[in-house]
């Protein structure tokens, strides 16, 4: 092992670490997983087995205090994503922490000033960024070819994939929310990002739990369900309407189970152009698309979009290893999730009480 090498623990031995994080930290040669941590401490022991990982921990306190961490990977349900980054952070470790960011605006901002205290990164799991589309896309919104985003729509709307009923995913308490929570923030980070993360100032949002509670529509992932009485105490679907302090408007869906056709669409409307990544634009040999004026003629623009060996999220993983001790921030930033965590919370806010509410 190298002086430089970066030590990583592992927050949970779930699908997202196991198939996601530490495939992506082994393919970096300045990088060694050295430790996981999971209360289930036979998968802990069964993904340490797997990929060489030397120390496993049931309790995330122990593993943070007996194992000089550089880096720490949180992966564990949403409701100790706070809780876990703060910690690690306090010890002067890094975290790349899962997406939704926290439950509450009050854990995203104490993430975000356990950050800047601790003078460590903090960057989240939204790696929709780094999707050729979107990597094709910001050039183009940063050298001002759309102009002033002033309406945008963004949904993922998936036809069937509800992730286990009874598991933490389905649980309020453990998830903060449901497909909007899951999902939504997914795609409200991809057209914030393109925005520039305007501020936002109110929200109208509407749910539903139209499947879960009738058990309809299961995806294929979550299934370590939760013992007692299963619990589906969260949406399926979420629509909202987010207002900026600019003026502009975002519209956006989230669907873990509907009557539809699954989609995943973001379109932006400029003061100088627009743009659409869509993959039913496959059918036309891409799945984004600039539109533009030419004079008085409509011009349709086909970006390249980059090729990767490797997926997104370890890319994503690679970029924030690369940049840890460049003073710039991450490409994700905490106060970025922050902005997220405003408008989700807001969103369920809105909901309950049916009426717009200022976030
Ligand atoms: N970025 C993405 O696209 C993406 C994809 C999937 C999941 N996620 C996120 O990753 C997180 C985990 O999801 P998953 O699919 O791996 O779920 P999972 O159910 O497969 O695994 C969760 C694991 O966390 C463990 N766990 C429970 N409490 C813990 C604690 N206090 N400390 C450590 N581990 C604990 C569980 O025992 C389980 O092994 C969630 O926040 C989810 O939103 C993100």
């Known amino acids: ?6 030590r990583v623990g592992i927050a949970g031995a779930g699908f997202v670490t196991a198939r996601g994080h530490i495939p992506a930290y082994r393919r970096l040669r300045n990088v060694s997983v050295e430790a996981i941590c999971d209360p289930n401490i036979e998968r802990a022991r069964t993904v340490a087995t797997e990929f060489g990982i030397p120390d496993v921990y049931a309790d995330y306190d122990e593993m943070l205090a007996k194992t000089g961490l550089d880096l720490v990977s949180v992966g564990s349900p949403n409701r100790f994503h706070a809780s876990q980054a ?8 890094h975290v790349y922490c899962e997406k939704p960011m926290a439950l509450t605006v009050a854990e995203a901002t104490a993430m975000a000033d356990a950050a800047r205290k601790a003078g460590r990164k903090l960057t989240l799991g939204l790696h929709h960024r780094y999707r050729p589309e979107a990597l094709a896309l910001k050039p183009m919104c940063r050298a001002g070819e759309l102009g002033e985003i002033y309406y945008g729509r963004a949904a993922m709307m998936r036809r069937s994939g509800i992730p286990g009923y009874g ?11 449901g497909a909007l929570y899951d999902i939504g923030v997914h795609i409200l980070d991809l057209a914030l990002y393109f925005m520039g993360h305007p501020e ?21 992932w979550g299934a ?26 975002l519209h956006l869906e989230a669907a873990w189970a509907f009557h539809g056709r699954s989609e995943e669409r973001v379109q932006l409307v400029g003061r100088a152009g627009g743009a659409e990544i869509y993959p039913a634009l496959l059918g036309q040999g891409t799945s984004l698309k600039v539109y533009q004026d030419w004079g008085d003629r409509p011009v349709d623009i086909t970006p390249e979009l980059p090729r990767f060996d490797v997926g997104q999220q370890a890319r994503q993983i690679e970029d924030f290893v690369a940049h840890l001790n460049d003073a710039a921030p991450p490409t994700v930033t905490a106060d970025e999730g922050v902005i997220l965590t405003r408008i989700l919370a807001g969103i369920y806010r809105s909901a309950e009480t049916g009426t717009e509410v200022k976030v």
Do not use: Y
Not at 1 to 6: A, S, V
Not at 86 to 93: K, Q, T
Not at 224 to 249: E, K, M, Q
């Open 167 to 177: 598991s933490h995913f389905t649980s309020k308490e453990l998830a903060g929310g």
């Open 224 to 249: 370590d369900i939760l013992p007692g009485p299963a619990r589906f105490d969260v949406d399926d679907l979420a629509t909202a309407l987010v207002r900026f302090a600019s003026g502009a408007v």
């Open 86 to 93: 703060i910690a690690a952070l306090e010890r002067g470790c």
């Open 1 to 6: 092992m190298t002086t430089n090498q970066i």
């Open 200 to 220: 936002p100032l109110a929200v109208s949002g509407v749910t539903f739990a139209e499947f879960g509670p009738q058990r309809k529509k299961l995806g294929g």
